[in-house]
C-alpha cells in the first residue's frame, strides 16, 4: 500500500512538470515580420503577421490566460496611430505579456541591425505649437518590452512617446535591452513614460532624447518598486531621469550619464532621498531640478536631496561610434553607442547587454570578475589558499562555480544578484586563483573547505547559489552543516557519484577515460587556468578534476531527507549529466525543495538560458529572504 502511494505521488509530480514545460511550450506566441508577413496571416513563426498593430489586435481579443509573446523579426516599423496592448487577461510575474526582437543583443550571431525600429508617425494632439504623440500604450501588469529600437517622431513641434502606461493600477513595466535614438534637429522624443508602480528600465541605451524615462503617479498616491539600473544615458535635452511621486525605494545604480542638461528632475513637492551609487555621472549642465508638465524649474540646489555611493563625477565619457571608412560605412561595431575601453564608465556592465560575454572584446568588465585585486583575498584553508571576491551589499549569498571552471564564469549571476544580495563568489580548490593543496581531492573536502570559510568571513546562515560540482557542495554542506546554510539554489548538480541522485551510467564511464589531453578540448578552460592559476600546472589540474569526480560525497537518502533549509533544483530536460528521473527523485526527497525543469535546457542553462532562469531564481532568493514584491525585477 505505501509503495502504491509513493508510486502515485511520484506519478502526480511528473506529470506536474510536464503541465509546467507543456505550458511553457504551448504559450501563446504572435510573430510579426514587416518584409514577410501578411495581416491576414495567423501570426504564427512561418505565417507571420505584417504589422505591430495586428498583433496588439490579435492578444487584445485572444482568451488564453497567458503568457503571451509577440516576437518582432528585424525590420522597419512604422506606427501611424497609436498601438494599444490591453486586455482582461491575468498576468503574473511567471506568466508575463512580453513583445520582443526575435534576436536579442545578447545572442551570439546578434549585430545592431538585427534590431527591430520602431518609428512612430502618429499625428500629436494638441495646440498647433506643441503636439503630443503615443507609439505604444501598454496598459496590462506584469509587462516586459525587450530588445528593440526606437525613434522619435519627424513631426516637428511633436513630442511623442515611444512606451506609455496610463493606468494608475498597473504594476511591473521592465523595459530591458532597448535602444531610444533621439533626433538632434527635433529632440522631442520622450522615452518611457508610466504610471501605476513597478517601472524597470534596464540595460538601455538613450542617445539624444528629450527624457529617457519618466516615473509617474500611482492609483494611492506614491509609485514604488521603480528602478533604471545599467542603462546608458547621453544627451538627455531635459533630464535623463524625471521621478513625480516616486518612493525613495528607487533603485539607481550602474547607470552613466552624461551631456545632459539635468541629470535628475522631480516634481515639486517630491522631498524624497533618493540614493545613486555605482555610477559615473559627468559633462552634465545640472545635476538635479524641480518641474512639472509645463515647465522646468531650473537647478534646485542642496534642495535635492541625494545619497551618492561609488559616484564618479569627472572624466569624459567615450560611446563606440561606426570607422568611417569606405568599406565600413554601412556597419555597425557590435557596441555601437556603447561606453569605448579606456573610458569612464566602461567597467559598469551598462548598455545592451547584459552577458558578460557580449560583444566579444567585452568578455568581461574591467577590473575582470576573478581577477579583482580590490575585491580579492585569500583564506587560507586545510593547506590550500581558497580566493575569493565580493560584491554588492544585502543577505550573503555563497556563489559557487562548476568543476574546471572558475569565478569568472559566474559573471552573469554576479551582475543579475549583486544589486539584491551581498555576493561572495568562490574559486574552489585548484580552480582559478585557488590553490590545489596536497589533500586527496575530493566533494567532502571542498566541502569543509566552504565551511571553514563562512566561519573566517562570519557570514552564516548563509544562501548557496551552485552550479553542477558548486550545487553537490551545496547539497553536503546543507546536509552536514545544517546551522550554516540559510537556503540552497542547486543548478544542474548530483547527491553522490552512483546511485539514485548521482551522475548517469555514461558520466561516470567518460570519467574513466579522461587524460589531460581530453581536458584540454573542453572549451575555454587551460589558457583562463593558466592565466589565472598561481601554481599553474595543467596535467596535475586534469587529474585533479577526475579524482574530484571520482570521489563520494558520502551521502546516505537518510541525510537528504534531513535538509530542512529551502531548496531550489533546477535541471535542463537535456542535461546527460544527471537524469531527469534522478532530479525528481531528489526533489521528493527533501520536504521543503521546488524544481524547476528549463525546457532545451543542457548542463549550463543558468548560463545559457540566463533571460529565463534568471528571474526565477531571483523569486526563489527574494522569497526565502522575505524580501518586498517591491525589490523584485
Not at 544562501?463 to 540559510?486: C, E, M, N, Q, R
Not at 551510467?505 to 575555454?524: H, K, L, R, S, Y
Request: glycine fraction near 8%; charge should be neutral.
Amino acid at each position: 500500500m505505501k509503495r502504491t502511494q509513493k508510486l502515485n505521488r511520484r506519478l502526480v509530480f511528473l506529470f506536474a512538470v510536464i503541465a509546467i514545460m507543456t505550458t511553457l511550450v504551448d504559450a501563446e506566441v504572435v510573430y510579426v515580420d514587416d518584409t514577410n508577413g501578411n495581416d491576414a496571416n495567423p501570426g504564427t513563426a512561418d505565417k507571420p503577421v505584417r504589422t505591430i498593430a495586428r498583433a496588439a489586435a490579435m492578444v487584445n481579443d485572444g482568451k488564453e490566460p497567458g503568457p503571451t509573446t509577440i516576437k518582432i523579426r528585424p525590420g522597419a516599423y512604422c506606427i501611424t496611430e497609436t498601438v494599444v496592448f490591453e486586455n482582461s487577461r491575468q498576468y503574473s510575474d511567471d506568466k508575463r505579456f512580453v513583445i520582443e526582437a526575435t534576436v536579442l543583443p545578447d545572442q551570439k550571431d546578434w549585430t545592431p541591425a538585427m534590431m527591430p525600429v520602431v518609428l512612430s508617425t502618429v499625428k500629436g494632439e494638441g495646440s498647433s505649437t506643441e503636439k503630443h504623440a503615443i507609439a505604444m500604450r501598454v496598459e496590462v501588469s506584469h509587462a516586459t518590452i525587450r530588445g528593440i529600437k526606437f525613434l522619435g517622431n519627424p513631426r516637428a513641434n511633436t513630442w511623442t512617446y515611444s512606451i506609455f502606461r496610463m493606468g494608475k493600477h498597473l504594476e511591473d513595466l521592465v523595459v530591458t535591452q532597448c535602444l531610444f535614438v533621439g533626433d538632434e534637429a527635433v529632440p522631442y522624443n520622450v522615452s518611457i513614460i508610466a504610471n501605476g508602480k513597478g517601472l524597470v528600465v534596464d540595460h538601455c541605451v538613450f542617445y539624444r532624447c528629450e527624457i529617457p524615462a519618466i516615473f509617474w503617479d500611482a492609483e494611492d498616491g506614491v509609485s514604488r518598486g521603480n528602478a533604471m539600473r545599467h542603462c546608458i544615458v547621453d544627451g538627455a535635452d531635459i533630464a535623463a531621469v524625471w521621478v513625480c511621486q516616486t518612493a525613495d525605494d528607487f533603485e539607481f545604480h550602474h547607470n552613466v550619464v552624461t551631456r545632459s542638461r539635468y541629470v535628475w528632475m522631480r516634481a515639486p513637492k517630491n522631498q524624497a532621498t533618493y540614493t545613486m551609487r555605482d555610477c559615473v555621472i559627468t559633462d552634465n549642465r545640472y545635476d538635479s531640478g524641480y518641474g512639472t508638465a509645463e515647465r522646468v524649474s531650473g537647478p534646485s540646489g542642496p534642495e535635492a536631496q541625494f545619497k551618492q555611493e561609488n559616484v564618479v563625477r569627472n572624466g569624459t565619457i567615450t560611446l563606440v561610434k561606426p570607422v568611417m571608412t569606405p568599406e565600413a560605412l554601412s556597419v555597425r561595431p557590435k557596441d555601437y553607442l556603447h561606453v569605448a575601453p579606456n573610458s569612464p564608465g566602461y567597467n559598469l556592465g551598462a548598455g545592451l547587454f547584459t552577458r558578460r560575454n557580449l560583444p566579444a572584446d567585452k568578455e568581461h568588465a574591467t577590473p575582470e570578475y576573478g581577477a579583482n585585486p580590490d575585491k580579492g583575498p585569500y583564506a587560507q584553508i586545510n593547506g590550500a589558499r581558497i580566493y575569493y571576491e565580493r560584491y554588492g551589499r544585502g543577505a550573503p549569498i555563497l556563489l559557487l562555480h562548476g568543476g574546471s571552471s572558475h569565478i569568472a564564469r559566474q559573471g552573469q549571476l554576479i551582475d543579475l544578484l549583486s544589486p539584491h544580495y551581498e555576493i561572495i563568489a568562490v574559486d574552489t580548490r585548484g580552480h582559478g586563483r585557488s590553490t590545489l593543496g596536497d589533500q586527496l581531492m575530493s566533494y567532502p573536502l571542498l566541502a569543509d573547505d566552504m565551511a571553514k570559510l563562512l566561519d573566517e568571513l562570519g557570514v552564516a546562515p548563509i544562501t548557496i547559489v551552485g552550479h553542477s560540482d558548486g550545487g553537490t557542495i551545496g547539497f553536503i554542506l546543507a546536509a552536514k552543516y545544517p546551522a550554516k546554510v540559510h537556503a540552497l539554489a542547486a543548478n544542474g548538480a548530483h547527491f553522490r557519484r552512483i546511485g539514485r541522485g548521482g551522475m548517469t551510467p555514461a558520466m561516470n564511464e567518460w570519467i574513466e577515460t579522461i587524460t589531460p589531453t581530453m581536458v584540454e578540448g573542453w572549451g575555454d578552460v587551460r589558457p583562463p587556468y593558466e592565466r589565472l592559476n598561481p601554481e599553474a600546472n595543467w596535467d596535475r589540474f586534469a587529474m585533479k578534476i577526475k579524482e574530484l569526480w571520482q570521489s563520494e560525497t558520502n551521502l546516505a537518502d537518510e541525510d537528504l531527507k534531513a535538509i530542512r533549509c529551502p531548496v531550489l533544483i533546477s535541471h535542463g530536460d537535456k542535461d546527460t549529466f544527471v537524469s531527469l528521473t534522478d532530479v525528481v527523485w531528489m526533489r521528493e526527497q527533501i520536504a521543503n525543495a521546488s524544481l524547476y525543469v528549463a525546457p532545451d535546457g543542457g548542463h549550463s542553462h543558468p548560463r545559457d538560458q540566463i533571460e529565463v532562469f534568471g528571474p526565477i531564481l531571483l523569486r526563489f532568493l527574494n522569497r526565502v529572504h522575505e524580501q518586498k514584491k517591491g525589490d523584485q525585477p
